[in-house]
């Protein structure tokens, strides 16, 4: 059995402390009609990190926990696939998520992970 990351699932674990998404905010960011997604390196090893936030501008308390919900589904999808062990992704939605077609969102969302992933492999991490 070879150790390449299709052969083992990446472990996904919740930011839920406003320090952590601070802390990611610092980092790059990929931006697409859809959502916007933040990456940064940490420290520990082997686990991705991922939070999801809308702010009020988006829309109502519905529509900014159906974006949520949403972006929470596609992240669990795509970040096993493409989450670099070792980041923490926040999600940002934006006007469109929450009635966006499906594909679209799903497109966008790994458009940025793989924009993201080249980025933060890179030696020259912007802290």
Not at 38 to 51: D, S
Request: glycine share 8%; proline share 5%; net charge positive.
């Amino acid at each position: 059995m070879t150790d390449s990351p299709e052969a083992k699932p990446v472990e996904v674990e919740r930011l839920k402390r406003r320090p952590q998404f601070l802390f990611v905010r610092g980092g790059h960011a990929a931006r697409k009609k859809t959502v916007v997604v933040q990456g940064r390196r940490r420290a520990a090893q082997g686990r991705v990190g991922a939070g999801f936030t809308a702010t009020k501008k988006i829309g109502n308390a519905v529509v900014r926990n159906r974006a949520k919900r949403r972006m929470r589904e596609a992240a669990r999808a795509l970040l096993p696939l493409h989450g670099k062990p070792g980041c923490d992704y926040v999600f940002i939605a934006r006007m469109d998520t929450a009635d966006i077609a499906w594909p679209r969102l799903l497109d966008d969302m790994e458009a940025a992970l793989i924009t993201l992933a080249a980025r933060l492999t890179d030696t020259g991490q912007a802290a």
